[in-house]
């Protein structure tokens, strides 16, 4: 038979749990935002184009080849960085140099990013390049938001739809419309 001490031990650090696990539980409060600020998020996986073009084999190189390995042309599996650039007013929010992913450079280029900005009236640029030339952009979009405060506004790419899309409502992955 158990001690009346004990007993009444046990009782008493069982309700300090139980209040502890009861005021953790709502307080302290959690806010994902200000009460005047928005998010924007820019998440997308795009592959670069390829660093080196592909080549026509000579007809003695084909020759030399297997019978199962005669393709015509050889093309290097290394890809491009994409340069990404991300304005917000036409000020610079974000820029970067996004390398291929995988063991031979060979992989889509990733990337996933969140800002904080306040909510309200914002010109949002996007500009990609996944090419070879020296300046300029492949895909640039710009376009005029109100984000409400506590908005999640995403920006996607996918170079299968023209580029850059942008909104809270985006179109499912795989479904091209």
Excluded: W
Excluded at 8 to 26: K, N, T
Excluded at 114 to 131: K, M, N, Q, Y
Excluded at 138 to 144: A, L, S, V
């Amino acid at each position: 038979m158990p001690k009346p001490f004990a007993l009444f031990g046990q009782i008493v650090i069982y309700a300090m749990v139980a209040v502890s696990f009861g005021y953790f539980s709502i307080y302290p409060g959690y806010k994902r935002f200000g009460p005047d600020q928005a998010h924007i998020l820019i998440s997308f996986s795009h592959i670069g184009q390829r660093k080196e073009a592909c080549r026509k084999l000579t007809q003695e190189e084909i020759d030399n080849k297997q019978a199962n390995m005669h393709r015509g042309e050889v093309c290097p599996r290394e890809r491009l960085p994409v340069t990404l650039e991300l304005l917000l007013a036409e000020e610079l929010m974000f820029e970067a140099l996004l390398p291929p992913t995988g063991i031979a450079s060979d992989g889509a280029s990733q990337v996933y990013r969140r800002f904080t900005v306040p909510s309200g009236p914002h010109r949002i640029t996007a500009r990609l390049r996944d090419s070879t030339r020296e300046e300029g952009f492949d895909y640039e979009m710009q376009k005029d938001v109100e984000l409400a405060a506590g908005e999640k506004y995403v920006i996607d790419f996918r170079s299968e739809l023209g580029g850059f899309l942008f909104g809270t409502h985006l179109p499912e992955r795989g479904r091209v419309q």
